[in-house]
Structure formats: C-alpha cells, structure tokens
C-alpha cells in the first residue's frame, strides 16, 4: 500500500485518525473504494463519490446501521464516519466461503428478515434510498403488493421503456402481471431486508462469516432478498436456501414465486444498462400470465 495524499487528507479529517497507507478496492462501479491503514494498526474502507445525489451514503449509512440491530442477524461493516460524498465502514478481511459458511447465512439471514420493519417502505430515519445510483422511494404502504408495484416495478419498468430497453407489448406483459400480484404472493408481514443482496454485496470474511454491504434496505417480502441471491447465482446457494427454509420455513411455492421478486432488480439492471435486461423481464412476467 502507497499512501495518496488527497484521499488521506480526507479520511482523517473524518475520523480524527492518521491514514498511514491507502490502497484502491476494485469492483464498485459507482463510488471509489479505498482500503485506509491506520496508524494504530486497523483498516477501514472509504467510499467516495464526488457529486453524489443528495442523501446518497445517508441512506446507505441508514440501512447499514438498521440492518445492524439484529444481534443474531447478518453482520454489517460499522459505520465510521459519513457525509455527502463519502462513507467510511469498517473493513471486512476476506476468506474463503464454505457450505457450512452459506448454512450459516441462511440462518442469520432468516434472523435478519425475522427483526421486521415499522411496515412495507420505510426504514430507519432516511425515508427515500437509491437502486445503485437510481433512486429508490420508501413510503410507508399499507401491503407489500402497493409497494411492490407502485414503487419499486413500474417506475423502473416507464424508465427503461422511455430509454427504448422494451417494446409496447412486453411492457404490456409486466404490467398485466402487477396488477395481480396481491393475488400471486402470500401475504407476511413486514421483513427488514438488505434489498440489495447480490453476490456482489455479500463478502466472505476471514471470520468464518457473511458480511453484508451496499443495502437498499426496506421493510418488504421476505422472498425479495432470496430472489435477488439466485438472480446472479451464489456459491452454496442450496445450503443458503435450504438452512433459511428449516430456520424459518417459506410459504409453500416459493420457489416458483421468485421470477416476480426478480422483476424489479431485471428492470433497474434495465434502466442501468438497457441490452436484454427488458426482455428478460418480460419473459419472465410472461411465466405468470
């Protein structure tokens, strides 16, 4: 690790700690990642976005400390300082993942969902959020099916239809699909979810555990974050699913209920990067017609 004046400078004025080294993190594609070496020996990671929308790391910071009130649920990196272009967490060594690793996440998993929300939206003390860089609204709705459909689906599925990502008859097809979703999904009450939870936002530490980071954190369906998990695919996926399903056992149809909870991360990759995110939503609502 070198040490990068600027970025240093910066951190320290946030913790009122010396950065002694500094090392970029890849794989975010919005904010900066850095790796911070202290000088009474800890490393933390800063996350930098110049310009970022107002409330950006607020949110994140938001659902980073919502999610971490669950003693017994997936842990989350702490956070250690924020502002309005960058958030500092603690950071998470890495390690390999193991079956018995996965079953271990699929049980505080359940935990985590378990602790519940003040209902379907909101969380914590930051109403609104963001999808990536998209935004994201929160308001608290009477059932999941209102959430679901008004503000996470189609104002996703009109955005990627404005950028041309669907034609006229597949946006037709999602549409016929949420507007029978109170009669698809189960009703539960609210879970807390990360809502964000793709391979990506799930780190392996050296500690034996998952660690969770980069939350759209919401009180929604259980069944979304579990969605999310095999939507990009996860090491041990089976061992995750089945420890949640004997911690906390799903409605039964569950598994066939996950295209519609994948709706909406298909339409924001849609939104994000248009190709054939569109059309595999379409195809997917089509399963449900």
Not at 19 to 29: F, L, Q, R
Not at 93 to 104: C, L, N, R, S, V
Not at 186 to 203: F, K
Not at 216 to 227: C, F, I, M, Q, S
Request: net charge negative; proline share 7%.
């Amino acid at each position: 690790m070198t040490r990068q004046p600027a970025v240093a400078r910066r951190a320290e004025a946030l913790l009122r700690a010396a950065v002694v080294a500094t090392a970029p993190v890849a794989g975010g594609d919005i904010a900066t990642a850095t790796k911070l070496r202290h000088s009474d020996g800890t490393t933390t990671l800063m996350k930098t976005l110049t310009g970022a929308p107002a409330g950006f790391f607020a949110a994140e910071a938001a659902g980073l400390r919502w999610l971490a009130e669950v003693d017994d649920g997936v842990p989350v990196p702490p956070v250690l300082a924020v502002d309005d272009e960058c958030l500092v967490i603690a950071w998470v060594d890495p390690g390999k993942q193991t079956a018995d690793e996965a079953a271990d996440l699929g049980r505080r998993l359940a935990a985590t969902h378990a602790a519940g929300a003040d209902g379907f939206g909101r969380s914590g003390p930051v109403a609104d959020g963001f999808i990536g860089r998209l935004p994201m609204a929160n308001p608290v709705c009477d059932t999941w099916a209102e959430l679901y459909a008004e503000h996470r689906v189609l104002p996703y599925l009109r955005r990627a239809a404005d950028r041309a990502a669907l034609t006229a008859d597949e946006v037709a097809s999602i549409e016929a699909v949420v507007a029978r979703l109170a009669d698809l999904v189960p009703v539960e009450p609210p879970a807390r979810l990360h809502g964000d939870l793709w391979t990506g936002n799930v780190l392996w530490g050296q500690d034996g555990r998952a660690w969770l980071v980069d939350p759209a954190a919401h009180g929604g369906h259980r069944e979304t974050d579990l969605a999310m998990l095999a939507l990009f695919g996860l090491p041990n996926l089976p061992r995750v699913l089945d420890a949640y399903d004997e911690t906390a056992p799903l409605v039964e149809g569950w598994r066939d209920r996950t295209g519609l909870h994948q709706l909406f991360p298909l339409l924001v990759h849609a939104c994000l990067f248009g190709g054939g995110y569109g059309a595999r939503a379409a195809a997917v609502a089509a399963r449900y017609s």
